[in-house]
């Protein structure tokens, strides 16, 4: 992949088909896509096969594919994920995908809230109300395993915490990631996450580059206490919300990383406009923030 490639991330496109995704990201001219398994899942059910989303990409490459969730499961939901990861990790690498989005728990925001407020919950929990220590360790313990089982596929595995979550942002992973001690375990620098986490420009130019695989560039309304669900904070258009995009593309830039770049979004207007007229309109965004300056 060519420095400073441009990735459509799939959110992009909306509830576009793979085909649509692809035609549009090759019209805007993206060097790779970033879609997920929900994706490439619907494509094989309806009878394709991994070869025939190759000869849909052509040349275009896949960044990554999104995403292995709630990876700090333990005991016999341990066991769930290696086996869900397995499977993953195998589609992952027919398709020809460089990577593997990891995303840590839990996922539902929903228990971090009743958690905070004390009340039962049914769903998973994660490992809210562990001590830090033992958080920490069962987390590297499964990244490292999951980085071990990706090996075997040729792939790349890159961590994006979430904010609501007992590791919320890069702070706190970057740590984890640096002690699992693999060569194939990188993050992504995502700036919603990291910045309802309170992270800032300036943290995020001290990162080793060498730990970055891509970047997610998004926005946020700001944080008022709430859980930051996604739902309510990255309803927001590019540039319509508190991040200060600018300042923290020059400040993962001056790291020297030369890595993928994508737009996410979860605007509910930016879902509903013209797929080939939006990825043209974030290629060109991209472009301008990232190659121009």
């Known amino acids: 992949m060519r420095k400073n490639a441009l990735s459509l991330q799939s959110s992009v496109v909306g509830r576009a088909n793979l085909r649509t995704y692809i035609h549009a990201a090759k019209a805007a001219g993206f060097d790779s896509i970033e879609p997920t398994k929900v994706q490439l899942d619907y494509f094989f059910q309806a009878g394709y096969k991994p070869d025939d989303v190759k000869a849909l990409l052509g040349g275009m490459e896949i960044s990554s594919v999104g995403w292995l969730s709630d990876i700090e499961r333990q005991g016999s939901e341990e066991l769930s994920l290696m086996r869900e990861a397995e499977r993953l ?17 839990p996922v539902d925001w929903h228990a971090v809230d009743c958690f905070r407020q004390k009340v ?35 792939l790349t595995l890159f961590f994006e915490p979430l904010c609501w979550t007992p590791i919320p942002s890069l702070k706190e992973a970057i740590p984890l990631v640096e002690q699992a001690d693999r060569e194939n375990l990188k ?9 309802m986490a309170g992270l800032d420009g300036e943290f995020l130019s001290q990162i080793d580059r060498d730990l970055i695989l891509g970047v997610h560039i998004c926005n946020s309304r700001e944080p008022d206490g709430r859980v930051p669900c996604e739902e309510i904070f990255r309803d927001v258009a590019f540039y319509e919300g508190a991040v200060p995009i600018r300042e923290w593309v020059d400040a993962v830039k001056s790291t020297g990383f030369e890595g993928w770049w994508a737009y996410e979004t979860f605007s509910k207007r930016e879902a509903e406009e013209d797929v080939f007229e939006f990825a043209a309109y974030v290629y060109r965004e991209l472009k301008r923030l990232v190659e121009n300056g």
């Open 89 to 105: 990790f195998e589609t992952a690498s027919r398709v020809g995908s460089h990577a593997v989005e990891l995303i840590n728990g």
């Open 120 to 154: 039962p919950f049914s769903g998973y929990m994660g490992l809210l109300g562990y001590p830090v220590e033992e958080q920490r360790r069962l987390m590297i313990k499964n990244l490292r395993a999951l980085a071990d089982l990706a090996a075997q596929f040729n």
């Open 187 to 195: 993050v992504v620098v995502d700036f919603y996450h990291n910045y």
